[in-house]
């Protein structure tokens, strides 16, 4: 099962910053978070990832709380493309497992 | 980024006919490389890891014999599933580690997936 924990839904104007809560409360010292998108009939979309420190990338941004136990995914002015599932997933054992995500969907 | 492909998209087959699925690291040399399905209105499971050269490893409830799985170079991992039967209907979804990953962790980047469906 997975050990994350993430909103089932969330709704965001177009143009505005999208954040995308995630709880990993069990996640080991040596475990990094990353972050999928799978936008509909599509393979999941690597997005960012990160162990302690925030990332940022061409895509987004990943805040992590100074005790791991929570990060949020920022999409700074979400589009309508951005229209998707966003999956957080802690790595154990070098596999990712997918829980159900944040629908994310984009309004104009 | 690193491409990976599948081909083919979407497949039709009959009932007890075996199909091949092919997955394709384009710019990058996968030693390990994983298959996933995602039936409708779920999330991904993985099926299998699979490393270049040596036998893959099923997830528990996977059958092998089922769900054949070669991996004989460094960029291309197939799947062939063998006798399909119309519960194997699903979305199959490949993916494939960057080893320029920086970390003990390497990245894994996603086919475009394959539709198949078994009448």
């Known amino acids: 099962d997975a050990k994350t924990t993430q909103p089932p839904s969330m709704d965001c104007a177009e143009g505005r910053a999208a954040n995308l809560p995630c709880n990993h409360s069990?996640?080991?010292?040596?475990?990094?978070v990353y972050w999928y998108r799978q936008i509909h009939s599509q393979g999941p979309q690597y997005i960012i990832h990160?162990?302690?420190n925030n990332e940022t990338n061409e895509m987004a941004s990943l805040i992590i709380t100074e005790d791991r136990k929570s990060s949020t995914l920022i999409l700074p002015h979400a589009t309508l493309r951005d229209t998707a599932v966003y999956y957080c997933?802690?790595?154990?054992?070098?596999?990712?497992?997918f829980g159900t995500g944040t629908r994310l969907q984009v309004t104009l | 980024g690193a491409v990976v492909s599948q081909h083919p998209s979407r497949v039709i087959c009959k009932s007890g006919t075996s199909v091949k699925i092919e997955c394709r690291s384009l710019d990058f040399q996968a030693t390990t490389m994983f298959w996933y399905r995602q039936f409708p209105k779920q999330s991904l499971m993985l099926m299998a890891t699979?490393?270049?050269?040596?036998?893959?490893?099923?997830e528990q409830g996977v059958e092998k014999d089922k769900f054949l799985i070669n991996h004989a170079s460094l960029t291309l991992s197939t799947l062939t599933v063998t006798s399909a039967h119309p519960e194997d209907s699903s979305f199959y979804i490949c993916s494939a580690s960057d080893p320029g990953t920086s970390g003990s962790w390497k990245t894994q980047y996603f086919g475009p997936g394959t539709r198949l469906l078994v009448l």
């Open positions: 069990t996640i080991s010292g040596n475990e990094y």
């Open positions: 990160g162990l302690k």
């Open positions: 699979s490393n270049e050269g040596s036998k893959a490893t099923y």
């Open positions: 997933i802690d790595c154990t054992a070098s596999k990712l497992t």
